[in-house]
C-alpha cells in the first residue's frame, strides 16, 4: 500500500496563477482532509469530505477550492494564487471520523507564491 | 469547542538524558489525545493515542504519555533521548463522535544535542 501521496511535491507560482494539488489514497478511506502549515501554526485545516460527492469548509478555506469525484481522490484548488498562501500543504485520510480515528498523513506539497 | 496548548515551542536535551514535552487541553467532552512526530521534511506520523482504554499510553520508538483528566494533560516522555528523535512534536486533540476534526497544536521542537 502506498497509502496517501500528494502531488506535486514542490511547486512555485506567480501571483494570479492557478494550481491543483492532487491527493490519493489507496486505504478506502471514507474522510479525506486537506491542511495547511506554516511555521509556528501548527496544522490548520482548509477542506474536508466526509464521503465521494461531499466537501465542506474547515478552519481557513478562503482562497482554497476542493473537490472529490472519487472516493480515493481529493483535489485542491487555487483559483488565484496570492503569496499569503505560500505554505507546506498537507492531505490526510481516515476510516471515520471523530474520536480515537488516526488520521494518515501524506508528504506534503511545498507552495511558493511570489 | 476543543483546543490544544503545547507548552513549549522548543526544548532542547542532550542524547541519553529524558524527553518531557508537555501539553493541555480543552473539550466539553472527553476527548481522544493524539501525538505526532515529523521528521524535517517529512510528513505527519502518529506516536500514539489516547483512547480512555488506559490513562498510561505507549507508543512507537519507547515514547509514552500519561493523560490526566484533573490537570487536562497529556505530556509526552521518553526516558532516554536519541539523535534520532530530532524532530517537531505535535499534540492533537479530536472531537468525540460525528463530523468533527482534529485540533493540532502549535508544535514543540526537539533538539538533541551529542
Known amino acids: 500500500n502506498a497509502g496517501v501521496t500528494q502531488t506535486p511535491k514542490f511547486r512555485v507560482l506567480k501571483t494570479g496563477q492557478s494550481m491543483t494539488l492532487l491527493c490519493a489514497q489507496d486505504?478506502?478511506?471514507?474522510?479525506m482532509y486537506w491542511y495547511r502549515q506554516d511555521p509556528g501554526m501548527g496544522l490548520r485545516l482548509i477542506h474536508y469530505s466526509v464521503g465521494e460527492g461531499t466537501t465542506a469548509k474547515g478552519e481557513v478555506p478562503d482562497g482554497y477550492n476542493v473537490s472529490r469525484l472519487k472516493k480515493q481522490n481529493f483535489l485542491l484548488g487555487l483559483e488565484s494564487a496570492a503569496p499569503s498562501q505560500t505554505s507546506v500543504y498537507f492531505c490526510?485520510?481516515?476510516?471515520?471520523?471523530?474520536?480515537?480515528?488516526?488520521?494518515?498523513f501524506g508528504p506534503g506539497t511545498r507552495l511558493t507564491v511570489l | 469547542a476543543q483546543s490544544v496548548t503545547q507548552l513549549d515551542s522548543h526544548v532542547s536535551v542532550s542524547e541519553g538524558t529524558p524527553v518531557l514535552l508537555r501539553c493541555n487541553y480543552s473539550?466539553?467532552?472527553?476527548?481522544?489525545l493524539f501525538w505526532y512526530v515529523q521528521h524535517p521534511n517529512k510528513g505527519l506520523q502518529l506516536l500514539l493515542k489516547y483512547t480512555s482504554a488506559a490513562t498510561l499510553v505507549k507508543g512507537i520508538n519507547g515514547f509514552e504519555a500519561e493523560f490526566k483528566k484533573s490537570e487536562t494533560s497529556f505530556h509526552l516522555t521518553k526516558p532516554s533521548a536519541h539523535m534520532s528523535d530530532a524532530a517537531e512534536y505535535f499534540c492533537v486533540v479530536s472531537g468525540v463522535t460525528g463530523y468533527s476534526t482534529l485540533t493540532f497544536g502549535k508544535g514543540t521542537m526537539l533538539l538533541v544535542s551529542p
Open positions: 490526510a485520510s481516515s476510516l471515520t471520523s471523530g474520536g480515537p480515528n488516526e488520521q494518515f
Open positions: 486505504m478506502n478511506h471514507e474522510y
Open positions: 473539550s466539553s467532552y472527553s476527548p481522544s
